[in-house]
């Protein structure tokens, strides 16, 4: 059964960082991709940073220069830098990993980033 277990979430306050981490256990492959997505309220979930085996990750533009994506797959663990952080950064972040097609299959329960003006 794979689990995957966020934390590192909390309130913050704008221009302040965060290190969220995604600790995965079962019978996850190093091989798979991972990536964090985040929902805020009345929003649809959205991808935020992915990063594959190899280490080659994809940022969406909105928190590009802000936001890193790190994996260590020898512990099985991503996790995402975000440093000056915005208001508009303020949701629930899901930790997610692909199954052997490649589709976002297995979700954490998300932890909440909240962002203070």
């Known amino acids: 059964q794979v689990q995957l277990v966020e934390s590192g979430g909390g309130l913050v306050q704008a221009g302040g960082s965060l290190r969220l981490s995604c600790s995965t256990s079962?019978?996850?492959?190093?091989?798979?991709?991972m990536a964090w997505h985040r929902q805020a309220p009345g929003e649809q979930r959205e991808l935020v940073a992915s990063?594959?085996?190899?280490?080659?990750?994809n940022i969406v533009d909105s928190v590009k220069g802000r936001f890193t994506i790190s994996r260590d797959s020898a512990k099985n663990t991503v996790y995402l830098q975000m440093n000056s952080l915005r208001p508009e950064d303020t949701a629930v972040y899901y930790c997610?990993?692909?199954?052997?097609?490649?589709?976002?299959?297995?979700w954490g329960r998300g932890t909440q980033v909240t962002v203070s003006s």
């Open positions: 997610a990993t692909t199954n052997i097609f490649g589709a976002w299959t297995y």
């Open positions: 079962g019978s996850i492959s190093s091989f798979n991709a």
């Open positions: 990063i594959t085996s190899g280490g080659r990750s």
